[in-house]
C-alpha cells in the first residue's frame, strides 16, 4: 500500500510518518507535501491508496483538496489530521475516511490502520470515488461542485493617502458621501478620499447593513442613532456620537416609513 | 448641539417633586399656581418690610390676585410662543421670552388694579400716570423669570452633561472588561496550544532538546500573556519580548516558511503601554498574511518613537486582504482593539491599516507617549 502525507508543519509530518512506521510497517511513504498544492500535484504524479491530510495548509485547504479528489473521481481513502475539532463534521461531508486529532495516538492509529487495511483488502464493488460522490448525494450534498461563490460583500476599502494606501475595514465606515469626482469614507477619526463612484459601491455593499438615504449618500445602518424632521419638512437622519445629520431625499424616504 | 430637553423646561421644574411628575398641561396649570402663591406671599411680605400700612389680609389677597394674574398670563404667552417657535432657543428666543414676561407683568398689574378699583382694564394701561407707576414692576418680576428659566436651564444642562459623563465612564470600563476577557481567550486560543504541543510532542523523540526549548518558550509566553492581560499597563519591551516568544514558537510550528525581524529603538523600550496591543497584530501578520502563503514569508516589528508619538508597526509579506471566509480561531478583530483604543486614549491614539507595495500588509500603531 502506499500513501501521500500532507501537512503544513514539518515536525508534526515527520511525526506522523514515525507513527505510522510503527502502526503499519509495511506501508509505504510514497511522497510529503507542505502545502495543499503540492499535495494535489503529488497525488496525480503518484496515486496512492491513502491519502493523510491536513486541513489548514496554504495554497489549498484539505477540505477544498478532497473536494476536488472526489469531483475527479479518483479519490484515495482521506484521512484528516487537524488540531481542530470542530471540522470532523465537514470532514465527513467530504467522504473523509477518518479523522485523526493532532497529535495522533498510536493506540487511535492503529485502529486507523486496521480499519484502512479491512476496507483496501474488501474486493471494490465500485470505484471508490463513485461510491463516495453517491454517498454525498445520498446525504444531499453536492459532491464538491466547484460552485461559484456570490460575490462576496465588499470587506476592505482601499484609500490612497499621500505615498501610503490604508484599508479600511467595511464595518468601520460610518457613511460615505459622494462629490463631483470622488467618494468620501468618514469614518471615527476622519475622512478618506476614494475613486470608487457611488452606484459601484451601492453594489458591492450589503444592503442590510448599508442604507443608501440619498442620491450621494450611503449610510451604515448600526451608526444611524435615529430620524428626525426639521422645520422646513426635511427627513434627517442622526448619527451615533456625531454632530452632523444627513438629509433623507424623498426616493429613500420609505426606508424609515416603518421605523 | 444642546438637546432639545434644555429649552423646553418649565420654570418650576426647578424644584425637585415637581420634576417626578410627568409632564402634563394640568400639571404646568399646578405648577404654575403654586408658583404663583409662593410669589404673591413673597411680594406681601416685602410690601411690609418696605413700610406699607396696609393690613396684612387685604395685602395678601391683593398680592396673590396679581400674581396669579400675572403668572397665568406668562404661562399661556410663554406657551403659546412655544407653540409659535417649537424647538427655537438662542439669545432672540430669550429676549422675545423676557419682553413678553414684562408686558404680561404690566398688562397682569393693570388687571388686578382694575379689579380692586373697580376701574376699566384699558383705561388704566392707556393713563401715562398708571404706566409709569407700574413699569419698575413689571421689570423686577420679568427679570426674575429670566433669572428663574436661566438658572433652570443651566442646571438641565448640567445634569444632561453628569450623566453624559457617567455613560461614557460606564461605557470604557466595560470594553476594558471585554477587551481583558479577548485577549485572554486570544491569547489561550485552544488551537495554537494543541497545535504548539503537538510539535513538543513530535519533538520530544527525534531532537528532545529542541522540545524542551520549545516547551520553554511555551511556558515564557504563557506567563507573559497572562500577567500582561491582567496588568493595567506593560511595557513596550515587555510587548515585544511577548511578541518574540509568540514568533519563535511558530517558527518551530512552520519551519523555513517564517521568518521574523524585531527591530525596536532601544530608547523606547521602556515606554508605557496598555498590554495587549501588539500580539493580536502579530497574530493577524502570521495568520492572515503568511500562513496562507505557499512559500511563507517574514513579519517584522518595528518601534521607533516619531514627533506624534510611539509608533509600533507589524509588517508582513504575506498574501495581504484577501476576501477569505472567516476561520475558526481568526484573529482578534482590529475593531475591538481600535474601540479600546479610543475609550483609553480617545482620538490621540491610532491603529492604521496599509497594503504593502509588495502585497503584505502593514498594521501601524500610534500611541501618546
Given at each position: 500500500m502506499r500513501a501521500l502525507l500532507a501537512d503544513d508543519e514539518p515536525h508534526l509530518l515527520a511525526y506522523l510518518e514515525e507513527q505510522l512506521a510503527i502502526a503499519?510497517?509495511?506501508?509505504?511513504?510514497?511522497g510529503r507535501a507542505g502545502n495543499g498544492i503540492e499535495a494535489l500535484r503529488l497525488v496525480d504524479e503518484l496515486?496512492?491508496?491513502?491519502l493523510f491530510l491536513d486541513?489548514?495548509?496554504?495554497?489549498?485547504?484539505g477540505l477544498d483538496l478532497a473536494a476536488r479528489l472526489v469531483d475527479d473521481k479518483r479519490a484515495p481513502r482521506v484521512v484528516f489530521t487537524t488540531?481542530?475539532?470542530?471540522?470532523a463534521l465537514q470532514a465527513f461531508e467530504h467522504a473523509a475516511f477518518d479523522y485523526l486529532l493532532k497529535p495522533v495516538r498510536l493506540e487511535r492509529l492503529q485502529r486507523t490502520v486496521a480499519r484502512l487495511k479491512e476496507a483496501l483488502a474488501a474486493p471494490r464493488a465500485a470505484p471508490s470515488a463513485d461510491m463516495l460522490a453517491g454517498l454525498l448525494r445520498q446525504l444531499?450534498?453536492?459532491?464538491?461542485?466547484p460552485v461559484p461563490a456570490?460575490?462576496?460583500?465588499?470587506q476592505w476599502i482601499r484609500a490612497a493617502q499621500g505615498q501610503e494606501t490604508r484599508l479600511i475595514a467595511?464595518?468601520?465606515?460610518i457613511y460615505f458621501q459622494s462629490n463631483d469626482k470622488y467618494t468620501s469614507v468618514f469614518v471615527a477619526d476622519g475622512e478618506h478620499l476614494i475613486r470608487t463612484p457611488m452606484r459601484q459601491l451601492r453594489e458591492q455593499l450589503d444592503p442590510q447593513q448599508f442604507w443608501q438615504i440619498h442620491r450621494s449618500v450611503i449610510v451604515a445602518a448600526r451608526h444611524v442613532a435615529g430620524t428626525r424632521t426639521d422645520f422646513r419638512g426635511r427627513l434627517l437622519v442622526k448619527l451615533k456620537g456625531r454632530d452632523e445629520q444627513l438629509v433623507v431625499s424623498r426616493n429613500y424616504a420609505d426606508l424609515f416609513r416603518q421605523m | 448641539m444642546p438637546t432639545s430637553s434644555t429649552t423646553s423646561m418649565?420654570?418650576?421644574?426647578?424644584?425637585a417633586p415637581f420634576r417626578r411628575?410627568?409632564?402634563s398641561p394640568l400639571r404646568n396649570l399646578v405648577y404654575t399656581f403654586v408658583w404663583n402663591g409662593i410669589i404673591g406671599v413673597a411680594l406681601a411680605c416685602a410690601a411690609i418690610l418696605f413700610g406699607?400700612?396696609?393690613?396684612l389680609v387685604t395685602l395678601l389677597v391683593e398680592m396673590l390676585l396679581a400674581s396669579n394674574v400675572i403668572g397665568f398670563l406668562i404661562h399661556g404667552m410663554v406657551h403659546l410662543l412655544r407653540r409659535i417657535a417649537p424647538g427655537r432657543s438662542g439669545t432672540a428666543m430669550r429676549a422675545a421670552r423676557l419682553l413678553l414676561t414684562a408686558c404680561c407683568a404690566l398688562l397682569g398689574m393693570a388687571v388686578t388694579d382694575a379689579v380692586l378699583g373697580g376701574r376699566s382694564t384699558f383705561d388704566a394701561l392707556l393713563h401715562a400716570g398708571l404706566m409709569a407707576q407700574y413699569l419698575p414692576g413689571a421689570i423686577v418680576v420679568a427679570l426674575l423669570m429670566a433669572a428663574v428659566l436661566a438658572s433652570g436651564e443651566r442646571r438641565v444642562a448640567s445634569e444632561v452633561e453628569a450623566a453624559r459623563q457617567q455613560e461614557q465612564i460606564a461605557e470604557a470600563a466595560r470594553l476594558l472588561a471585554e477587551a481583558k476577557l479577548r485577549t485572554l481567550q486570544a491569547q489561550i486560543e485552544p488551537h495554537f496550544l494543541y497545535n504548539t504541543l503537538a510539535n513538543v510532542v513530535s519533538l520530544i523523540g527525534p531532537d528532545p532538546a529542541r522540545a524542551r526549548d520549545m516547551l520553554e518558550r511555551l511556558i515564557d509566553f504563557l506567563r507573559a500573556s497572562l500577567s500582561a492581560s491582567r496588568a493595567e499597563h506593560a511595557t513596550l519591551g515587555a510587548e515585544i519580548d511577548l511578541a518574540r516568544a509568540y514568533l519563535d514558537l511558530l517558527t518551530v510550528r512552520m519551519g523555513a516558511r517564517l521568518r521574523f525581524r524585531i527591530d525596536v529603538d532601544?530608547?523606547?523600550?521602556d515606554a508605557v503601554i496598555p498590554p495587549m496591543l501588539i500580539q493580536p497584530l502579530v497574530e493577524n501578520a502570521v495568520m492572515?498574511?503568511?500562513?496562507?502563503?505557499?512559500?511563507g514569508g517574514t513579519v517584522t516589528v518595528r518601534a521607533r518613537r516619531t514627533d506624534v508619538g510611539l509608533c509600533v508597526e507589524i509588517l508582513d509579506d504575506g498574501v495581504?486582504?484577501?476576501p477569505a471566509p472567516p476561520r475558526p480561531?481568526?484573529?482578534?478583530?482590529l475593531s475591538n482593539l481600535r474601540e479600546r483604543l479610543r475609550s483609553l486614549h480617545g482620538n490621540s491614539a491610532q491603529v492604521q491599516l496599509l497594503e504593502n507595495q509588495d502585497g503584505g500588509v502593514t498594521s501601524r500603531l500610534i500611541l501618546p507617549i
Amino acid at each position: 500500500m502506499r500513501a501521500l502525507l500532507a501537512d503544513d508543519e514539518p515536525h508534526l509530518l515527520a511525526y506522523l510518518e514515525e507513527q505510522l512506521a510503527i502502526a503499519w510497517p509495511d506501508l509505504r511513504i510514497v511522497g510529503r507535501a507542505g502545502n495543499g498544492i503540492e499535495a494535489l500535484r503529488l497525488v496525480d504524479e503518484l496515486a496512492p491508496d491513502i491519502l493523510f491530510l491536513d486541513i489548514r495548509m496554504p495554497g489549498l485547504n484539505g477540505l477544498d483538496l478532497a473536494a476536488r479528489l472526489v469531483d475527479d473521481k479518483r479519490a484515495p481513502r482521506v484521512v484528516f489530521t487537524t488540531a481542530h475539532e470542530a471540522y470532523a463534521l465537514q470532514a465527513f461531508e467530504h467522504a473523509a475516511f477518518d479523522y485523526l486529532l493532532k497529535p495522533v495516538r498510536l493506540e487511535r492509529l492503529q485502529r486507523t490502520v486496521a480499519r484502512l487495511k479491512e476496507a483496501l483488502a474488501a474486493p471494490r464493488a465500485a470505484p471508490s470515488a463513485d461510491m463516495l460522490a453517491g454517498l454525498l448525494r445520498q446525504l444531499g450534498m453536492a459532491p464538491a461542485a466547484p460552485v461559484p461563490a456570490p460575490a462576496a460583500p465588499l470587506q476592505w476599502i482601499r484609500a490612497a493617502q499621500g505615498q501610503e494606501t490604508r484599508l479600511i475595514a467595511i464595518d468601520e465606515v460610518i457613511y460615505f458621501q459622494s462629490n463631483d469626482k470622488y467618494t468620501s469614507v468618514f469614518v471615527a477619526d476622519g475622512e478618506h478620499l476614494i475613486r470608487t463612484p457611488m452606484r459601484q459601491l451601492r453594489e458591492q455593499l450589503d444592503p442590510q447593513q448599508f442604507w443608501q438615504i440619498h442620491r450621494s449618500v450611503i449610510v451604515a445602518a448600526r451608526h444611524v442613532a435615529g430620524t428626525r424632521t426639521d422645520f422646513r419638512g426635511r427627513l434627517l437622519v442622526k448619527l451615533k456620537g456625531r454632530d452632523e445629520q444627513l438629509v433623507v431625499s424623498r426616493n429613500y424616504a420609505d426606508l424609515f416609513r416603518q421605523m | 448641539m444642546p438637546t432639545s430637553s434644555t429649552t423646553s423646561m418649565h420654570p418650576l421644574e426647578s424644584f425637585a417633586p415637581f420634576r417626578r411628575w410627568r409632564p402634563s398641561p394640568l400639571r404646568n396649570l399646578v405648577y404654575t399656581f403654586v408658583w404663583n402663591g409662593i410669589i404673591g406671599v413673597a411680594l406681601a411680605c416685602a410690601a411690609i418690610l418696605f413700610g406699607s400700612r396696609a393690613p396684612l389680609v387685604t395685602l395678601l389677597v391683593e398680592m396673590l390676585l396679581a400674581s396669579n394674574v400675572i403668572g397665568f398670563l406668562i404661562h399661556g404667552m410663554v406657551h403659546l410662543l412655544r407653540r409659535i417657535a417649537p424647538g427655537r432657543s438662542g439669545t432672540a428666543m430669550r429676549a422675545a421670552r423676557l419682553l413678553l414676561t414684562a408686558c404680561c407683568a404690566l398688562l397682569g398689574m393693570a388687571v388686578t388694579d382694575a379689579v380692586l378699583g373697580g376701574r376699566s382694564t384699558f383705561d388704566a394701561l392707556l393713563h401715562a400716570g398708571l404706566m409709569a407707576q407700574y413699569l419698575p414692576g413689571a421689570i423686577v418680576v420679568a427679570l426674575l423669570m429670566a433669572a428663574v428659566l436661566a438658572s433652570g436651564e443651566r442646571r438641565v444642562a448640567s445634569e444632561v452633561e453628569a450623566a453624559r459623563q457617567q455613560e461614557q465612564i460606564a461605557e470604557a470600563a466595560r470594553l476594558l472588561a471585554e477587551a481583558k476577557l479577548r485577549t485572554l481567550q486570544a491569547q489561550i486560543e485552544p488551537h495554537f496550544l494543541y497545535n504548539t504541543l503537538a510539535n513538543v510532542v513530535s519533538l520530544i523523540g527525534p531532537d528532545p532538546a529542541r522540545a524542551r526549548d520549545m516547551l520553554e518558550r511555551l511556558i515564557d509566553f504563557l506567563r507573559a500573556s497572562l500577567s500582561a492581560s491582567r496588568a493595567e499597563h506593560a511595557t513596550l519591551g515587555a510587548e515585544i519580548d511577548l511578541a518574540r516568544a509568540y514568533l519563535d514558537l511558530l517558527t518551530v510550528r512552520m519551519g523555513a516558511r517564517l521568518r521574523f525581524r524585531i527591530d525596536v529603538d532601544a530608547a523606547c523600550r521602556d515606554a508605557v503601554i496598555p498590554p495587549m496591543l501588539i500580539q493580536p497584530l502579530v497574530e493577524n501578520a502570521v495568520m492572515h498574511g503568511i500562513e496562507p502563503k505557499v512559500i511563507g514569508g517574514t513579519v517584522t516589528v518595528r518601534a521607533r518613537r516619531t514627533d506624534v508619538g510611539l509608533c509600533v508597526e507589524i509588517l508582513d509579506d504575506g498574501v495581504g486582504l484577501v476576501p477569505a471566509p472567516p476561520r475558526p480561531g481568526g484573529g482578534v478583530g482590529l475593531s475591538n482593539l481600535r474601540e479600546r483604543l479610543r475609550s483609553l486614549h480617545g482620538n490621540s491614539a491610532q491603529v492604521q491599516l496599509l497594503e504593502n507595495q509588495d502585497g503584505g500588509v502593514t498594521s501601524r500603531l500610534i500611541l501618546p507617549i
